[in-house]
C-alpha cells in the first residue's frame, strides 16, 4: 500500500523539524518538505535547511522562492497605501505567511498531496493564516498541525529529536525571530512584560553609524524605482539597498500593540527601516502630487487593505478591486523624495516632482495670491461662513456660551 504523501511548510525551525520527522517515522508519511521564501532565508540558510530536511526523514526538498510574487501581488499595494497598522506595524510577517501559505497549497496540489503540515501552535495568528489559505486553495487536502493538536512544549520536541539521532543548538533563546524582506518581527523576552522595551541587545541589526546623511528615494508611478540616483529594475535589490543604508542607524525599531484575529491583544517589536523609509517618503510624495480628496479615499481603502491582510482575507475577491483603486490613485506619484538619517530616526525634506501641485500658477500659500483677488477672497470667506452664520443667528443663546 502506498505511503500517503505530506506536504510540511517547512522553515527549518524546531516546530516543523519536529513534525517532518514526527510524520516520517511515526506515522509513516512520505514527507515532502518545502520552504516558501519571501525574502528572509540566506542562501546559506536555505543549504542548511535542505540538508536538515533529508536527515530527519523527508523524502524530498525543494524551496519555493515566491519573493517577486510577494512584492508584485502585496508589497507594492501596500506602498500605494502606506499601510502601517495601527499607524505603526508594516504588517510584515502577516502579509508574508499568506504567500507562503499560497505557494505551498500550489506545490501540494502539483504533487497530489494527501496531507499539509504546518508549525503554528494555537494561540497565535499564522495558524488561521495557513489554514484558511489551504482550505480555500487544496479543498479536500487533509490540514496536520502537530504543534497545535498535541499541545506540544518546546522541551517535548527537543527530547524526541535528540532521542531520535538529530542533534541541533535548539537551546531556548530569549526571543523569537521572523526575518523577511519587509522586517524583522522580535517576540519574547521583555515583550511579555506590557511596561518594558526591548533593549539593543534584542535587535539583529546594530547602530553603526553616527551623525546624519541624505538619502533620495525615486518612485514612479507609485513604485520605488531608485536610491542615490540609481535606477533598480529589481524591486527586490531596491528594497535591499534601502534596508541596508537605513538599518545601520537602527531606523524602523518599533513596537506594535494590536488585537490577533484569535480575540486576543498581541505585542511584537520589529525592526523595518526599508519599510518605514519607502513609506514615509511615499506618504510625503503624496502630499504634493494628489488631491485631497485622492489622498482621503485612498486612506480609508489602504486602512482596509492593511486589515484584510493582517487577518488573512488576501483571497476575498473585493481585495483585487481595492488594488485596482490604490493602483489608479498612483499615475502621478513621480518624483524623488529628500530624507535626513541619522540613529533611530529620519526625517523629510523635499520633493523634486514634475507633478508637484505646491509649484501653481494661481499662488503662493502665506505669500501672495495670484488666481483671485482680495474681493474674490473676501466674498469666498463670507459665502464660506453662511451655514454657521445662520445657525448662530437662530441660536444666539449657544454662540454667547461658547
Not at 134 to 162: H, K, W
Not at 341 to 364: A, C, I, M, N, Q
Amino acid at each position: 500500500m502506498a505511503k500517503k504523501k505530506v506536504v510540511v511548510a517547512f522553515s527549518g525551525g524546531l516546530d516543523t523539524s519536529f513534525t517532518v520527522m514526527y510524520l516520517a517515522k511515526e506515522k509513516g508519511y512520505e514527507v515532502y518538505a518545502a520552504c516558501a521564501n519571501t525574502g528572509g532565508f540566506s542562501e546559506e540558510q536555505l543549504k542548511q535547511n535542505e540538508e536538515n530536511a533529508y536527515k530527519l526523514g523527508a523524502v524530498k526538498y525543494v524551496t519555493l522562492d515566491v519573493t517577486q510574487e510577494y512584492y508584485e501581488k502585496s508589497l507594492k499595494y501596500m506602498v500605494y497605501g502606506n499601510v502601517l497598522r495601527n499607524g505603526t506595524y508594516p504588517i510584515s510577517v502577516s502579509s508574508e505567511r499568506i504567500f507562503q501559505g499560497m505557494a505551498i497549497a500550489r506545490y501540494a496540489n502539483e504533487i497530489g498531496a494527501d496531507a499539509i503540515a504546518h508549525g503554528s501552535t494555537g494561540a497565535g495568528n499564522d495558524q488561521v493564516r495557513f489554514d484558511m489559505t489551504f482550505l480555500v486553495m487544496s479543498p479536500g487536502i487533509e490540514i496536520i498541525t502537530l504543534t497545535r493538536d498535541m499541545t506540544l512544549t518546546r522541551q517535548y520536541e527537543i527530547d524526541y529529536l535528540n532521542n531520535n539521532g538529530f542533534s541541533a543548538d535548539w537551546t531556548k533563546l530569549k526571543y523569537s525571530y521572523n526575518v523577511g524582506i519587509w522586517g524583522t518581527s522580535i517576540c519574547g523576552g521583555e515583550i511579555l512584560d506590557s511596561r518594558e522595551g526591548l533593549p539593543e541587545s534584542a535587535y539583529l541589526k546594530q547602530v553603526t553609524k553616527n551623525g546624519s546623511e541624505l538619502l533620495k528615494l525615486g518612485f514612479k508611478n507609485g513604485e520605488i524605482c531608485s536610491v542615490n540616483g540609481e535606477v533598480f529594475d529589481d524591486k527586490i535589490a531596491c528594497i535591499q539597498k534601502i534596508e541596508e543604508i537605513g538599518a545601520a542607524y537602527g531606523i524602523g525599531r518599533d513596537m506594535h500593540v494590536g488585537d490577533t484575529i484569535i480575540g486576543i491583544k498581541g505585542r511584537v517589536g520589529f525592526e523595518a527601516a526599508a519599510p518605514m523609509l519607502i513609506i514615509g517618503a511615499h506618504r510625503f510624495l503624496e502630499k504634493y502630487t494628489l488631491s485631497k480628496w485622492q489622498q482621503y479615499w485612498k486612506d480609508q481603502v489602504a486602512n482596509w487593505y492593511g486589515m484584510f491582510l493582517h487577518e488573512s482575507q488576501y483571497l476575498e475577491p473585493v481585495m483585487r478591486d481595492i488594488e485596482a483603486m490604490l493602483e489608479s490613485s498612483q499615475r502621478n506619484v513621480n518624483g524623488e523624495v529628500t530624507l535626513e538619517l541619522r540613529p533611530l530616526s529620519f526625517s523629510t525634506v523635499g520633493v523634486d516632482s514634475p507633478d508637484d501641485l505646491v509649484k501653481s500658477k494661481f499662488g503662493e500659500y502665506g505669500e501672495i495670491n495670484k488666481g483671485w483677488t482680495s474681493e474674490d477672497a473676501k466674498g469666498f470667506i463670507k459665502v464660506t461662513s453662511t451655514p454657521l452664520r445662520v445657525y448662530y443667528a437662530n441660536h444666539k443663546e449657544e454662540g454667547e456660551n461658547i
